[in-house]
């Protein structure tokens, strides 16, 4: 079975602190993903990544950064985490393969970030 | 822009069937996805269809797909109490890019 895991369930942080969200996946995907899920605005995209080393904003990346120094790993990070940063955090991963599906994406279980 | 739209409630008695809308915007979408949320979990690909099909059948899930209006329908008969999820529509406008999400329809299921 596909595996995305996220590191940490709940997260609890103050504002201004320097957040690290990890997200490993172990089959070999090529593409890796960042969305926040907020109640009533559904997923808005962060940030996603084609390759090592290679990422692309997507529609709401201010305050964000992204790291992908490892196929299996990509890194989200709040340099300076504001209230409005509060939300749950998802990643995924698909294979960048011409397969049926193609786009099929794989999700992490989320993570909870509160900032306080 | 880009936007798919969807109702953000549904409500159904348990054994009645359940229909989920949507509508996208980009005619030029290959595939529709259909991803399902249980609580507390992230989200997991339902089921999908091809841009040249008008219907699919998987078990008691029927997908309709009308894409001279741009819509697209997720049917679940008999639905359970474990049906209850936030269901996501989703397009994806070009190939390698990331796909749309809808806001998603909270589906509750009562007994």
């Known amino acids: 079975d596909v595996k995305v895991t996220q590191s940490s369930r709940y997260l609890v942080k103050r504002t201004g602190e320097k957040v690290f969200l990890e997200c490993v996946q172990d089959?070999?995907?090529?593409?890796m993903f960042w969305y926040r899920q907020d109640p009533g605005l559904g997923l808005r995209l962060i940030y996603f990544?084609?390759?090592?080393?290679?990422?692309e904003k997507g529609d709401i990346p201010e305050g964000y950064s992204v790291s992908r120094e490892k196929k299996e790993r990509f890194s989200l990070i709040l340099e300076s985490a504001s209230t409005n940063q509060t939300s749950m955090y998802l990643c995924?991963?698909?294979?960048?393969?011409?397969?049926?599906?193609?786009?099929?994406?794989?999700f992490g279980s989320g993570t909870q970030l509160s900032v306080l | 822009g880009e936007d798919v739209e969807q109702s953000l409630f549904l409500s159904v008695r348990e054994g009645d069937s359940s229909v989920i809308n949507c509508t996208y915007t980009?005619?030029?979408?290959?595939?529709l996805y259909w991803y399902k949320q249980e609580p507390g979990a992230g989200l997991q690909l339902l089921t999908y269809?091809?841009?040249?099909?008008d219907m699919k059948q998987d078990q008691r899930l029927t997908v309709l797909l009308n894409k001279k209006d741009k819509h697209l329908s997720l049917r679940i008969a008999d639905t359970q109490t474990g049906d209850s999820a936030i269901y996501f529509c989703?397009?994806?406008?070009?190939?390698?890019?990331?796909?749309?999400f809808g806001k998603g329809t909270t589906l509750s299921v009562s007994s």
């Open positions: 995924a991963s698909s294979s960048a393969g011409t397969g049926l599906i193609n786009e099929k994406l794989f």
């Open positions: 089959m070999d995907h090529e593409n």
């Open positions: 990544s084609y390759d090592v080393k290679m990422k």
């Open positions: 980009d005619s030029s979408s290959t595939y």
């Open positions: 269809i091809f841009s040249n099909m």
């Open positions: 989703a397009e994806n406008p070009q190939a390698g890019t990331a796909l749309i």
